[in-house]
């Protein structure tokens, strides 16, 4: 059974920073291209950031360049999301999303998503 389990949400004032962590079970992580994405109130599921299986591709999204930084460690099959300078609009549930396709378009698999709440 393949789990994703995210985790380091919380309440941070802006311009604080957070990492948030999500880690994979039951299914090869080198196998996985990975992905953040995020959900705010009344809002669609967003994309935030995307890591390759080698970590050779990276993409983020406008809004939050030069702020979050994507990055994964292959040994302990986890993903991580660096987010500094954070402001109230990056408050969402944040999910992470493991693809088996080589694009990383699709996602395969999703975790419960971890809350993060951004106060003036």
């Known amino acids: 059974q393949v789990q994703l389990v995210e985790s380091g949400g919380g309440l941070v004032q802006a311009g604080g920073s957070l990492r948030l962590s999500c880690a994979l079970s039951?299914?090869?992580?080198?196998?996985?291209?990975m992905g953040w994405f995020r959900q705010a109130p009344g809002k669609e599921r967003e994309f935030v950031a995307f890591?390759?299986?080698?970590?050779?591709?990276?993409r983020y999204a406008d809004s939050v360049k030069g702020r979050f930084t994507v990055s994964r460690d292959n040994i302990k099959n986890t993903m991580y999301l660096q987010m500094n300078s954070l402001k109230p609009e990056d408050t969402a549930v944040y999910y992470c999303?493991?693809?088996?396709?080589?694009?990383?378009?699709?996602?395969?698999?999703w975790g419960q998503g971890t809350q993060v709440t951004v106060s003036l």
């Open positions: 999303g493991a693809s088996l396709r080589a694009s990383g378009n699709e996602y395969d698999y």
């Open positions: 039951g299914r090869t992580f080198t196998d996985c291209n």
């Open positions: 890591i390759s299986w080698g970590g050779g591709r990276i």
